[in-house]
T-cell receptor, first 114, second 121 residues
Framework: SQQGEEDPQALSIQEGENATMNCSYK?????LQWYRQNSGRGLVHLIL?????REKHSGRLRVTLDTSKKSSSLLITASRAADTASYFC??????????????FGQGTTLQVKP | GAVVSQHPSRVICKSGTSVKIECRSL??????MFWYRQFPKQSLMLMAT?????????EQGVEKDKFLINHASLTLSTLTVTSAHPEDSSFYIC?????????????????FGPGTRLTVL
């Protein structure tokens, strides 16, 4: 079952602008991950944030996690046309550490115009 | 990073035939692999968890007799769509966990295959 809700569903920005995507979830988590998917391709792991972390950076990516609100955000700074893709959050439930079972959000489609 | 491959990348078949999709971990051994399906412009839906040497665990609503999963080795899991129908047309993606690091870290990251586009006519 899908538990994640992401907003916006679609986002269109100009190159150089920042893009922010949000994800909400319903159950207690071990960690939350963000993935990227180019059209018709597999998923690429971007960044993971654990439940006891509040913020994490990786290059132009910044992820925040608010477990009290059960939400996370992904910020892509200084966007490039090559960032055009769909972005998904995925949660590893607190009871799923042994199975590794991820639950994916609905995704945000990002278009970066050159 | 770890690489997961899928074969074939695309398949077109007639209604009523069976189609086998392979998922391989190329540079690590995966005791657990996952199978997802994804409809156009939608998210990934977990179908089943494939465990090496044991029966797969199917998600609610997924017919195990329709979607046969075999995980016969630590580097290969197969998904067979039996008696395929047009409504089975979808993008099927597998992923694998690398157990090389101790729990819970090994549950943290999955490596995804490039996906298989199935079209049933």
């Amino acid at each position: 079952s899908q538990q994640g809700e992401e907003d916006p569903q679609a986002l269109s920005i100009q190159e150089g602008e920042n893009a922010t995507m949000n994800c909400s979830y319903k159950t207690s988590i071990n960690n939350l991950q963000w993935y990227r998917q180019n059209s018709g391709r597999g998923l690429v792991h971007l960044i993971l944030i654990r439940s006891n972390e509040r913020e994490k950076h990786s290059g132009r990516l910044r992820v925040t996690l608010d477990t009290s609100k059960k939400s996370s955000s992904l910020l892509i700074t200084a966007s490039r046309a090559a960032d055009t893709a769909s972005y998904f959050c995925a949660t590893l439930g607190r009871g799923s550490s042994n199975t590794g079972k991820l639950i994916f959000g609905q995704g945000t489609t990002l278009q970066v115009k050159p | 990073g770890a690489v997961v491959s899928q074969h074939p990348s695309r398949v077109i078949c007639k209604s009523g035939t069976s189609v086998k999709i392979e998922c391989r971990s190329l540079d690590f051994q995966a005791t657990t692999m996952f199978w997802y399906r994804q409809f156009p412009k939608q998210s990934l839906m977990l179908m089943a968890t494939s465990n090496e040497g044991s029966k797969a665990t199917y998600e609610q609503g997924v017919e195990k007799d329709k979607f046969l999963i075999n995980h016969a080795s630590l580097t290969l899991s197969t998904l067979t769509v039996t008696s395929a129908h047009p409504e089975d047309s979808s993008f099927y993606i597998c992923s694998a966990r690398d157990p090389g690091t101790p729990l819970p870290a090994s549950g943290d990251t999955q490596y995804f295959g490039p996906g298989t586009r199935l079209t049933v006519l």
